[in-house]
């Protein structure tokens, strides 16, 4: 086993060595994975087709399904057995995920939200039944429940370029995702006694099988999500009438189940630049109030997806846009109810649009014929070419403009999810930040072409400051399970230090180029956190194994600060004017207190006949130049070339700076000097600058100009959580103070009172402020 890279190199003294090399810690090269981070001529991934037949039981809220699964042994391993997910055991009563939660803060209060969630999380009857599990020709296979697992026995083993076929037959009961926190589920609108379903995690999922981990078979306890293996899908929703169905994949039985006026409607929205109802407000109004026995089929197929989502509703509102990417015009489009509007048919479809656009110009092509958000319980989850969002405008139609931009954010994320992961197939439940830190990073990026001054909540330095100066914290190399403060962690520390990279290390075109060319390389593959860091230093010709050990796996901050100035200037050895310089000097020296107080005593010299010598004469200098001086020096001159001539006719003022790394992380030294002629001067020193010593350096900076200030990283490129000592001379920063008035007349009821209505407003503030999920998304703020 390796060390961690926080282990001390014994060939320095400094037991955190920032410049030591990671190759003794990442994976060997092989022909699997070459040393330049790509996938190398004996790469293999496996593959899973699916064909599946779905009921959504509205009466019960139940998924009953039966599903045939066709997986490609396409590993030079030969496998007794086969490893599949069954995530819905999460909610099933005794679970790893219920038995491992820890308790919640009760005092001094605790929300009824949350407390109904614990309730209900302990009383609902969750998790798969599985009523069978059978071969190719119907005969039942031994299989072991272990938890979220199930260990799916061969009767004969599975070698290498084989397939096998086994079939599943299963049912459980809908979870209310508005009720106990889950990543798809149900919501009830009693106005009218209508669900919306999101639909995921619904079949038995076989597990990933890797060259770099064999099967991934951790326990999903909530948080880390899935890695799944890519192949195709026919998949078959049987569900009520009146319902409108949103999927992944494309509609393969549109006469069946579109109203022909909607199949009109929607190869017209194909040409349109704008989105134009399918379904329209009224219509769904109109079918929320149908009831009815029968049922439609509607069958989807999808090729080359990790994954399979949908979701049904009779409140569905649907809205179409074509998006020309590349040779093929997506499908982008909408499904959500009227309590959603106006807002959804203003920015959901254009913020899927949006997406598409920039994503595809720093990754790839988007591949997929559609791309769908959909309105319902979950605040933001992402599926192949589906995703669920949750904003909604109050019940009045209006909405503020933390809910407007909350919407086209966790849209332009979830989309931005069918990049990373969905095609660039990374291991979510080892390595949460390969998906949810680079999509944060690009969502950054496409939230700053939506409009200028975007208030994006992650990306910019200067935010993850608070985070980066806090405590409880472990490096964002740390899995998906074990990470503390996920949101921070996983989303935005990987997000700003991309940002940082690209803006103040390796600059916009060369890691513009990197990062196409990783995305590029590991698409419809499975990349791991090493093949992403050798691609970018190969792709960039950079060596940046300093900044992924300080940003990835440590917890080390950047502090950076100015302990020091000196200044020197040239003495080129001129008698005269050395004379002419010591002169002004001590014109220029202010007597000492002593020297002011003696300047009337009576002095011996004065009335002693006799002591006067040539020292005392006024016509003594003792600064005067002897003519053997000046002869030495104009021989030193005679020595000169032109150039070093000139060099001396020049006043060089040489300041040496004194520069100290408090945080350990170390960085860019970006400098901004001012000079006595109000001119400045932006200096940048690379991180390498501390490679001889990474807690302390001098610089030295040479000018013919006077240096009156400097300021350290003055455009906060760096994430400097400490900037009271970025600056000289130090610059004191005010800090406020308010006046109030004191209440020492009021009697203890008064104050009780005035207490009582303080709690009764912070009350209100939290219950109305969004809290991060434990998987690191908002969720949406209780009403």
């Known amino acids: 086993m390796t060390q961690s890279p926080e282990a001390a190199n014994p060939k320095h003294s400094d037991p955190y060595d920032p410049f030591a090399q990671l190759d003794p810690w990442w994976p060997t090269p092989t022909d699997t994975r070459i040393a330049s981070g790509a996938p190398g001529p004996g790469y293999w991934q496996q593959r899973a087709d699916y064909e599946i037949d779905v009921t959504l039981d509205d009466e019960n809220q139940r998924i009953v399904g039966k599903e045939k699964i066709h997986y490609h042994n396409q590993s030079p391993h030969t496998l007794s057995y086969i490893w599949v997910q069954l995530d819905q055991n999460r909610f099933r009563p005794g679970s790893d995920a219920l038995t491992t939660t820890t308790a919640p803060s009760l005092a001094p209060r605790i929300s009824f939200q949350s407390m109904k969630s614990i309730l209900a999380a302990q009383v609902f009857d969750g998790g798969y039944k599985i009523t069978a599990v059978t071969d190719a020709a119907g005969e039942a296979l031994n299989y072991t429940d272990v938890g979220t697992m199930m260990r799916i026995n061969l009767p004969e083993p599975l070698a290498p370029g084989k397939s096998v076929s086994f079939g599943i037959e299963y049912s459980y009961n809908i979870v209310d995702s508005k009720t106990i926190r889950a990543r798809a589920g149900k919501e009830f609108f009693e106005a009218d006694e209508n669900y919306i379903y999101e639909i995921a995690q619904w079949f038995p999922r076989v597990a990933s099988y890797t060259d770099f981990g064999a099967w991934q078979h951790k326990a999903f306890l909530g948080r880390g999500e899935f890695t799944l293996e890519l192949g195709d899908y026919v998949v078959r929703i049987t569900a009520p009438k009146e319902m409108v169905i949103a999927s992944t994949g494309t509609l393969t039985n549109p006469d069946d189940v579109l109203k022909p006026e909607w199949k009109e409607r929607l190869a017209a929205a194909k040409q349109s630049t704008k989105p134009k109802f399918i379904v329209t407000p009224e219509e769904a109004k109109k079918n929320e109030s149908v009831r009815g026995d029968e049922t439609k089929t509607w069958e989807f197929k999808a090729d080359n997806v990790r994954d399979f989502a949908f979701a049904g509703s009779r409140k569905f509102i649907w809205d179409a846009m074509g998006v020309k990417v590349g040779s093929q015009t997506v499908m982008a489009m909408s499904y959500y109810p009227n309590e959603a509007e106006p807002l959804w048919s203003q920015y959901s479809t254009e913020s899927i649009a949006h997406t598409l656009e920039v994503y595809g110009r720093y990754s790839f092509e988007y591949p997929y014929p559609v791309a769908i958000s959909v309105n319902g319980p979950v605040y933001g989850m992402e599926y192949p070419m589906i995703c669920f969002n949750g904003p909604r ?391």
């Open 393 to 783: 405008p109050e019940e009045d139609g209006t909405y503020s403009k933390a809910t407007k931009y909350g919407l086209i954010s966790v849209i332009i994320h979830e989309v931005g999810h069918n990049f990373f992961p969905m095609i660039v197939n990374s291991d979510e439940r080892q390595w949460t930040w390969m998906d949810e830190g680079l999509n944060t990073f690009l969502q950054y990026l496409a939230e700053q072409e939506w409009e200028e001054n975007y208030p994006s909540r992650r990306g910019e330095p200067e935010k993850i400051v608070g985070y980066m100066r806090g405590g409880n914290q472990r490096p964002i190399m740390t899995g998906s399970e074990e990470i503390l403060q996920f949101g921070s962690n996983a989303y935005a520390k990987p997000a700003t230090a991309l940002n940082i990279l690209r803006e103040t290390i390796l600059g916009r075109e060369l890691f513009d180029e990197a990062f196409r060319e990783y995305a590029r390389r590991w698409k419809f593959k499975r990349p791991t956190p090493s093949d992403f860091f050798r691609t970018m230093e190969d792709a960039s010709g950079t060596d940046l194994d300093w900044f992924w050990r300080g940003w990835f796996y440590s917890t080390k901050h950047v502090d950076i600060g100015i302990t020091d100035v000196q200044l020197y200037q040239i003495d080129a050895g001129d008698p005269d004017e050395a004379a002419e310089r010591q002169r002004q000097e001590k014109d220029q020296e202010e007597p000492s207190i002593s020297e002011v107080r003696n300047k009337d005593l009576r002095r011996r010299i004065e009335w002693q006949p006799g002591l006067k010598d040539f020292y005392n004469s006024p016509d003594f200098d003792e600064l005067k130049v002897e003519e053997d001086d000046r002869k030495a020096f104009q021989r030193f001159l005679d020595g000169l070339d032109s150039d070093e001539r000139a060099m001396l006719r020049r006043t060089t003022n040489f300041y040496v700076v004194d520069f100290s790394n408090h945080g350990g992380l170390v960085m860019p030294i970006i400098l901004r000097v001012h000079y006595a002629d109000s001119t400045s001067e932006l200096m940048t020193m690379p991180a390498q600058i501390w490679r001889y010593n990474s807690k302390r350096i001098k610089k030295l900076i040479a000018s013919d100009k006077e240096i009156v200030r400097m300021e350290l990283d003055p455009q906060r490129q760096t994430a400097d959580v400490d900037t009271s000592n970025n600056h000289w001379p130090e610059k004191l920063v005010p800090s406020r103070f308010k006046l109030f008035k004191s209440d020492k007349s009021k009697n203890p009821m008064q104050k009780a009172n005035a207490r009582k209505k303080s709690e009764q407003k912070n009350d209100e503030k939290t219950e109305a402020k969004p809290t991060e999920k434990p998987d690191g998304k908002k969720a949406e703020a209780a009403k």
